[in-house]
């Protein structure tokens, strides 16, 4: 990641949204938005920091052939059937499983970028704080 600063990278789920069972579908989706929007970037005001902020940004809103994706689609913590309550509780649990993974990384030999990344998440640290680390371009 470190030298390649312009490579983009995206997460996308790849069974369920939230309460929704979608299966691979935002991978097509997310292929067939990103394959028409070419070299675009996201611009700022296109994003929203993630509630969790492991999870980074989420767009404001996604347009596909005319039509609007729900922003429960894009945003889980919208979702009726989720909201912040139990998002912040799979959250936690996210949180909980990279704590325990994370700690078999903390050597002396550990590159100082993978320092500050595990040290930016143990202070729970903004979508922001991670950006600051690792020099990229957004989109």
Not at 13 to 39: K, T
Not at 81 to 107: C, I
């Amino acid at each position: 990641m470190l030298e390649t600063p312009l490579t983009r990278y995206k997460l996308m789920p790849n069974q369920y949204v939230g309460s929704y069972e979608v299966g691979f579908m935002p991978q097509w989706l997310a292929r067939e938005y990103l394959s028409r929007r070419g070299s675009m970037r996201f611009r700022d005001e296109q994003l929203v920091e993630s509630r969790c902020s492991l999870l980074g940004y989420s767009p404001v809103s996604i347009k596909i052939d005319g039509t609007f994706l729900p922003k429960s689609l894009l945003r889980v913590d919208l979702q009726p059937e989720v909201g912040p309550e139990a998002y912040d509780k799979g959250a936690e649990l996210l949180y909980d499983f990279f704590d325990r993974e994370l700690k078999k990384f903390m050597s002396p030999d550990l590159h100082v970028t993978g320092r500050l990344i595990i040290e930016c998440f143990r202070d729970r640290g903004s979508a922001a704080d991670y950006e600051s680390i690792v020099p990229h371009e957004r989109g």
